[in-house]
């Protein structure tokens, strides 16, 4: 799950003066662990510790992250930190990089958005949605494009932008950089003279007979101008800061620090990304999006496999219909990004470091019916997916502050599957949660959809993981993993997510545990069947209501071995939508009457 510290949500706008620390964070954290995630990312945006805050309220913010990730594992749960970054900055359209990076390339603030160089209508109070999905433009536009390419590859593109460094001048490149590494600490002199940078570097000029600019150097960006070379963004750029990062990282967290690295969204992972060019000790975190649900903001029976598409898939191959072929869809696509990354780097740890769902979806219908049924299907499929994929993730997002009307405060999104209005409404009739126990049904109030969002997953594997799967309709949770073999020829270097290579170190531990949340089961009887690919029956098995835990101990020890376990209750779930649904069936009348069309004019041709 996805929180901000200081609102413990989607507040892309950073507050100085943030959320002062009390006993509602706490709250808001057993909510968190009572639905089920426990693996967190918390953003934290660079302006809001940067140099242009007073320094007591710098000191502030640090504090209370501090705060926030020495409050979590009370709760069972853990985190990392993530220093996220949209369209540059807020003042671009974005979040992330304060205001003076953007005069330091001598941009107007003030005149950003009359000229063009950047939308910025989705982060202006009240901060609501102009156009759908106009906000990701930004980085195409000058602002964000000028800003990401210095502090990319400043030093090939534009060495002569040179700034004023305690008395030493240094390459704009660098200076972002260090100040990016450094937390922003240091104010800098704007070097530019008012003149655009890249008017300086000859990539256009102003045409006095024209009475306008022409560019004078149209592939100026795609190769360096030193030597003519072609530029590759991973390996001129990423890369080399990268190692610089987790080195800093690691200065000061420790050598043994895991960092989380994705590459540009969307994208498979690159083969060029060699050990040689890596952290180690590095999670490998690609961020995941149905894009497109995400830009159209509408889910239904139809949706698309983008990912197939902008790749060369047929047309006729990229849809799918209904729920049973959206959950197919998914799992397709996101096995293929954690197959590409084992490709890419080995057996390295995957994790999908951001994905959700937009609320407000289906011209926000939902918000005035209080029924989210295709929410709740977009979400199940999204999460069945994930589990099909055998892959870890991070849900965005959990906002205690969303609201129907702003979202999440920030360009008209709105991803967050509690809402402060739901809660409020159930406020105004009931007490505050006395208990924070995860027994206490009033931790629900507030969260949406959770039929969809609080499942049963395996929370620790005494094996490898093989097949998961659940069936949010019934209740049905199955579940596969495999005794690992100490034998190097069981690696038969597979890349597979259902046939991973089984050459394992030895593992102490023969428990597994399962999370079984209280959601589902509380009312209801916990049935647990078990089998083994030896024909091996004997297994031990206890549920801890108070820790929402199923502690399953297989008594086959026999390396190679295959377990299963299925869980399901006595009393089954309500069903809450049709799975497996066709185009045959749900337009059967259509068909009928188009055959009954065809029938009649063979009819009348006949006779």
């Known amino acids: 799950m996805s929180i901000l510290p200081g609102t413990f949500g989607n507040s ?97 603030l003030t005149a950003l958005e009359d000229t063009g160089a950047a939308y910025i209508g989705g982060v202006k109070v009240p901060r609501v949605e102009v156009d759908r999905g106009r906000w990701p433009t930004g980085y195409q536009k000058l602002a964000c494009s000028t800003m990401n390419t210095l502090f990319w590859a400043g030093e090939t593109f534009a060495p002569k932008v040179l700034v004023d460094r305690n008395g030493e001048k240094v390459n704009v490149q660098t200076f972002l950089q260090d100040a990016f590494l450094d937390c922003y600490d240091r104010l800098p002199g704007f070097p530019t003279g008012g003149q655009c940078i890249w008017e300086s570097h000859g990539v256009w000029g102003y045409d006095n007979v024209k009475k306008e600019g022409v560019v004078l150097k149209e592939t100026y960006f795609t190769r360096r101008p030193s030597d003519g070379g072609p530029v590759n963004w991973y390996t001129d750029c990423w890369y080399p800061f990268v190692t610089r990062w987790a080195q800093r990282v690691r200065s000061i967290a420790g050598e043994d620090k895991i960092v989380f690295a994705e590459v540009i969204p969307n994208e498979f992972c690159p083969r060029s990304w060699t050990p040689d060019k890596r952290p180690a000790n590095m999670v490998f975190a690609p961020h995941w999006y149905d894009l497109n649900s995400l830009f159209a903001k509408a889910f239904s029976r139809l949706s698309i496999n983008v990912q197939g598409l902008s790749r060369g898939l047929p047309v006729w191959k990229a849809f799918y219909w209904g729920h049973k072929s959206a959950r197919e869809n998914y799992a397709l696509q996101l096995k293929t990004i954690v197959e590409e990354g084992y490709k890419s780097l080995g057996e390295n740890p995957v994790l999908i470091g951001e994905t959700g769902i937009p609320m407000d979806m289906n011209e926000r219908e939902s918000f005035s019916t209080r029924n989210f049924v295709w929410q ?84 620790k594997v005494a094996g490898i993981p093989l097949r998961q799967d659940y069936e949010m309709n019934t209740g049905v949770w199955e579940f596969e993993w495999v005794n690992p073999s100490q034998d190097p020829r069981a690696d038969n270097s597979s890349v597979s997510v259902t046939k991973p290579p089984l050459s394992h170190v030895p593992i102490q531990a023969r428990e597994t545990e399962i999370f079984v949340p209280l959601f589902l089961s509380k009312g209801r009887n916990l049935v647990v069947t078990y089998s083994s690919s030896t024909g091996a029956k004997a297994f031990d098995w206890k549920y ?60 009348v041709l006949v006779l």
């Not at 918390?42 to 926030?68: C, D, F, K, Q, S």
């Not at 069903?575 to 009457?593: L, T």
């Open 12 to 108: 892309r706008v950073p507050d100085p003066a943030a959320r002062i620390w009390n006993e509602a964070n706490k709250t808001s954290s057993t909510q968190a662990a009572t639905m089920g995630p426990h693996v967190h990312s918390v953003y934290v945006y660079l302006e809001g510790v940067g140099a242009r805050w007073t320094r007591p309220i710098r000191h502030r913010i640090p504090n209370l992250l501090r705060a926030i990730l020495s409050l979590l594992p009370q709760f069972g749960m853990t985190a990392f930190v993530s220093m996220h970054q949209d369209v540059w900055s807020r003042f671009s359209g974005g979040s992330g990089a304060p205001a003076w990076t953007l005069e330091l390339a001598g941009f107007d």
């Open 544 to 603: 801890d209501p108070a820790r929402q835990t199923l502690f399953v101990v297989p008594g086959d020890n026999t390396p190679g071995a295959v377990h299963r376990v299925k869980v399901e209750f006595g009393r089954p779930l309500d069903y809450r939508f049709e799975v497996d649904s066709s185009i045959w069936v749900d337009f059967w009348h259509w068909w009928a009457g188009f055959m009954g069309i065809i029938f009649g004019l063979l009819w």
């Open 376 to 459: 709740e299907r977009m979400m199940d499929a999204l999460l069945s997916g994930l589990e099909r994929a055998l892959v870890g993730f991070t849900l965005w997002n959990y906002n205690p502050d969303n609201v129907d009307s702003h979202g999440d405060f920030w360009n008209g999104e709105n991803f967050s599957w509690f809402s402060k209005q739901d809660y409020r409404e159930y406020r105004e009739k009931a007490a505050t949660p006395s208990s924070l126990e995860q027994s206490n049904e009033r931790l629900d109030k507030g969260g949406r959809i959770l039929h969809a969002v609080v499942r049963p997953y395996a929370a």
